[in-house]
């Protein structure tokens, strides 16, 4: 009876036991069927068992199982030869587990992005049992993905890669033994844009992608690294003469896009190349370096591209320096003056100096006016250099009026950015007092006689400061543009000659009948004549048989310091 009950017991447990299972199988089915994975098996003869088949309903295979081959051939053909080695992979060195991303086509023939992950198992032997795994649809992180990266490293306007892409791409690469860095730029661009708008901006930059493609497709890769700023990265073996037969074609090219649209005032191309591999410490000094021969091709060469070496590297950053660096010299005290003298033709006594700048830089040495005059207009810098320069000759003539018992003028040049500034003349005025000079110490020279021509203001000012009593002299007549309309019209007191009408002068008779013809005009209109560039006695005696008031030049000094330039009182004292 006992036996007869511990078989029924044991029977109605074997019975809970399949019912249980069954239930667990039921409800792990249901947690499948619920995933938004899809769950998978996979045995040696490649044949696949779906799990859960709301997963793989949206794709063509049938849900009750498929060889891998049916799997396959659903897999985009781009991403075929990655699926396939890593499902070999399985039997590499008794690899468990695989992971991997590929695309699929579902039944509406579009693919998705599938996350696949796979856990093998082996006997002891060795041998392949099983795999199973995971599927899981990814496209919407791909396209997330894809967007962030566009965003990121892709130009909106023309589907370049970016700056950012650019560093990124040459991080790594600076060193690699072959290729080339080519920086192409749209010189004014965005005067161009401003005259003729941002959809005949946009037309030039798709000719000048279509020049670029046409000569460089295959060789490099794109980057737009500015609105008028382009790269290309040339990744293949290529000799220097093959970039620049390249190049000069491309010149040659865009020069005609002009006819193509019509206009004839389309921004011309400028390009700096490195050849690689690079010097360059970094990815970033790399695409400086090229940028700066860029610049160099554009302002120094007559063909408009150059290849990156130290001797325009050290060009270029200098000039890039003096562009930047105004305002910081300015405050750190870089700027001095130096003083040259004018002396009186007939009694070769010192009649005034001239104060010249200097910008004594603690990178490139002494840097010249013609240096950094040109940038500091342009930059506005100018103003306040100005001021400076006014304080300083200001100080100087007033201790040398006071060591020297002498009152001596001091010339000063001035820009026409200066005299545009509305206060400017009582600004002058202003420092003037303060060391208690008269304004007839002072001797204002200026150079922009274009200026003079068109703008009323500019005219005002100068009239204004020689009604205060200033001098004012025409400075470098002969080297440039020169309005004698300007000159006879205008209140200047004192011209001031070249030194290259002085060198013609006593070559030739054509320039000399000129000169003297110009010092009679001065002399009826009681206007003083100073010739520059006194270099010989000859030359000074010359200038005196015809008229001339001052004389200036090495003869007797070149420009000097201010302690050298307190001794100089007469041509007696040794030329400084």
């Known amino acids: 009876m006992d036996s007869v009950n511990i078989t029924k017991n ?7 036991l399949s019912v249980l299972k069954e239930e667990t199988l039921k409800r792990f089915m249901d947690i499948f069927e619920a995933s938004h994975e899809g769950l998978w098996g996979m045995g040696p003869d490649f044949q696949i068992d779906f799990l859960n088949r709301s997963f793989y309903n949206a794709f063509a295979v049938s849900t009750e199982g498929a060889n891998l081959k049916e799997w396959t051939s659903l897999v985009h053909p781009d991403d075929v030869h990655l699926f396939t080695q890593k499902v070999e992979q399985k039997n590499d060195n008794m690899t468990t587990v695989v992971d991997s ?31 199973a795994g995971s599927h899981k649809d990814v496209t919407e992180e791909k396209e997330n993905q894809h967007r962030l990266y566009q965003t990121a490293y892709i130009d909106p306007n023309t589907g370049l890669m970016n700056a950012h892409k650019l560093l990124q791409d040459l991080k790594g690469n ?12 749209l010189m004014n661009f965005n005067v161009y844009i401003d005259s003729y708008g941002a959809h005949a901006g946009h037309k030039i930059v798709r ?40 190049i000069e074609q491309l010149l040659a090219i865009f020069k005609n896009t002009g006819k193509d649209l019509q206009n004839n005032d389309i921004p011309n191309l400028s390009v700096g190349i490195c050849m690689l591999p690079s010097s360059a410490e970094c990815e970033k000094t790399l695409l400086h370096q090229v940028k700066l ?27 890039l320096y003096i562009k930047t660096a105004m305002k910081s010299a300015l405050h750190n005290n870089e700027f001095l003056l130096k003083f040259q003298p004018l002396i009186q033709s007939q009694t070769k006594n010192v009649d005034s100096f001239e104060a010249l700048i200097r910008w004594e830089s603690p990178i490139f040495g002494e840097i010249m006016p013609d240096e950094f005059i040109p940038a500091a207009e342009q930059n506005l810098n100018i103003i306040d250099i100005g001021y400076f320069v006014i304080e300083q000759a200001c100080t100087f003539i007033c201790h040398y009026h006071q060591v020297n018992d002498r009152r001596v003028k001091i010339a000063i040049n001035i820009s026409g950015i200066q005299l545009l500034q509305h206060d400017f003349v009582d600004r002058v005025l202003s420092i003037v007092s303060q060391f208690m000079l008269n304004n007839s110490d002072i001797v204002l020279e200026i150079t922009e006689s274009l200026l003079l021509d068109s703008n009323h203001f500019a005219k005002e000012q100068i009239t204004r400061l020689r009604d205060k009593g200033f001098s004012i002299s025409m400075d470098d007549f002969g080297s440039g543009y020169s309005s004698l309309n300007n000159f006879f019209t205008l209140p200047f007191t004192q011209l001031k000659i070249d030194r290259q009408v002085v060198n013609q002068s006593m070559m030739t ?48 000094s070149k420009p000097a310091s201010a302690p050298a330039a307190l001794k100089f009182v007469n041509t007696d004292c040794s030329p400084l």
Not at 106 to 125: H, M, Q
Not at 515 to 529: G, R, S, T, Y
């Open 207 to 246: 000719k000048l992608l279509t020049c670029l493609e046409q000569l460089f497709v295959g060789d490099g890769q794109f980057y737009r690294q500015k609105s008028s700023e382009f790269v290309i990265r040339i990744t293949n073996p290529v000799t220097s003469e093959q970039i620049e037969k390249s």
């Open 10 to 16: 044991q029977g109605g447990n074997l019975k809970q």
């Open 174 to 185: 600076v060193s690699r033994p072959v290729g080339a860095l080519l920086f192409i730029k």
């Open 509 to 556: 008779t054509e320039a000399r009948a000129y000169l003297v013809f110009l010092i009679q005009l001065c002399q009826n209109k009681d206007i003083e004549v100073v010739a520059e560039g006194i270099e010989t006695q000859e030359m000074s005696e010359a200038m005196l048989a015809i008229g001339v008031n001052l004389l200036q030049g090495y003869l007797f």
């Open 101 to 131: 991303e590929y695309r699929v086509k579902n039944k509406v023939g579009e693919y998705r992005w599938i996350a696949a992950k796979g856990t093998s198992r082996f006997d002891p032997d060795g041998s392949f049992i099983y795999m």
């Open 293 to 319: 021969t860029m610049i160099y091709a554009h302002e120094h060469t007559e063909q408009k591209f150059a290849f990156f070496n130290e001797q325009i590297k050290h060009i270029v950053k200098k000039k």
